[in-house]
């Protein structure tokens, strides 16, 4: 199983980056993909979540109304549509899969040991 992040880079203070995640291996045993970031000297937070069975969606309290998660029609690939961005949004964002049930209601994985498999992580720098 490989997870590959990419479309980092540097931006300005209110501009948008789209991130991707390509998965493969056994996609089958996923219930879902998710998107978690770690800045220098931080702790890895949760960003956003998506299902592969319902779509359904969850976002941390810091990226909710900016941040987008989306999925490609393949069950390999997630999309991450970062508008409005700010210096504190930087961080190496790390993709992962998740074998969670979770289906709309209440309960979402969003502690990092939710999650088994991760990306090799991408770098968004936001400048002010």
């Known amino acids: 199983v490989q997870l590959q992040a990419s479309g980092g880079g540097l931006v300005q203070a209110g501009g948008s980056l789209r991130l991707s995640c390509a998965a493969s291996g056994r996609t089958f045993s996923w219930s879902g993909m998710g998107w978690f970031r770690q800045a220098a000297g931080k702790e890895r937070e949760f960003v956003a979540v998506?299902?592969?069975?319902?779509?359904?969606?969850y976002y941390g309290d810091s990226v909710k109304g900016r941040f987008t998660i989306s999925r490609g029609n393949a069950k390999n690939t997630v999309y991450l549509q970062m508008n409005g961005l700010k210096p504190e949004d930087t961080a190496v964002y790390y993709c992962?899969?998740?074998?969670?049930?979770?289906?709309?209601?209440?309960?979402?994985?969003?502690?990092?040991?939710?999650?088994?498999?991760w990306g090799q992580g991408t770098l968004v720098t936001v400048s002010s």
């Open positions: 998506i299902s592969w069975s319902s779509g359904s969606t």
């Open positions: 992962a899969t998740t074998v969670k049930g979770f289906y709309g209601g209440s309960y979402y994985p969003h502690a990092h040991h939710e999650y088994n498999y």
